[in-house]
């Protein structure tokens, strides 16, 4: 989803940029660059990013100020890690703002909650997997694949929906008998494509994917 409108004042705005600004340079800072040159990184992580924008592009209006769309980031990230997740998204929402124009404004905000949110909680997810639960393909792929989207999904939408609360757009009770309710509709979706595609790559292209390991998830299982 994407907020609309300017929902806060200049001084809150500016330390969104501040917070989203530092979270680009460490992403910069800590990706793997190297890891790009070869078998096609490059070109599968620019194809990622226009495949995003195109996502991103097709979306519906849910309430005034907030339009809904699936992520895709989660998959994303599994792909990449979390510094290309965050590169990849930051591009992607450039690209849908030039195409569609608007949004401008609330860039750092959008970026913030539609990205560094949905990045890092991806990766948290993949972290806290592989410390508790054992390594094998159906747990990879359920946990990290289906579940983590779809809770990845539920949290971005609260999250935008407390934002329009605190920015005075909306009372809660408006968007608890709206939007909120038709958040588990939003989940479903999300988790399937996040996981069918990364059931796909991991069977089809696991070198495509950063976080998976035939050795770690398959070999002597």
């Not at 008998?177 to 979706?189: H, Q, R, S």
Request: charged residues 10%.
């Amino acid at each position: 989803m994407e907020l609309k409108g300017e929902l806060f004042s200049a001084g809150v705005g500016l330390w969104f940029w501040l917070v989203y600004l530092a979270l680009l340079f460490n992403a910069l800072r800590l990706a793997a660059w190297r890891g790009l040159l070869g078998e096609n990184r490059l070109h599968l992580f620019l194809g990622t990013c226009v495949a995003l924008v195109l996502l991103w592009s097709v979306r519906a209006e849910v309430n005034a100020g907030l339009s809904f769309h699936l992520l895709g980031l989660p998959v994303v990230t599994l792909m990449f890690g979390w510094s290309f997740g965050m590169l990849a998204g930051s591009l992607a929402l450039l690209g849908v703002n030039l195409n569609l124009g608007g949004g401008w404004g609330n860039y750092a905000l959008n970026a913030l909650v539609l990205v560094a949110v949905p990045v890092s909680l991806t990766q948290a997810a993949l972290v806290l997997a592989r410390s508790l639960l054992p390594k094998n393909f159906f747990i990879y792929v359920l946990v990290n694949g289906f579940l983590a989207a779809g809770l990845v999904m539920v949290v971005t939408c609260y999250l935008a929906a407390g934002l329009l609360v605190l920015g005075g757009v909306y009372e809660y009770a408006e968007l608890d008998e709206t939007f909120l309710l038709f958040v588990p509709l939003m989940a479903m979706p999300e988790a399937f494509l996040n996981g069918w595609i990364i059931t796909v790559m991991v069977a089809m292209r696991p070198q495509w994917v950063y976080s998976f390991s035939d050795a770690q998830y398959i070999k002597g299982k």
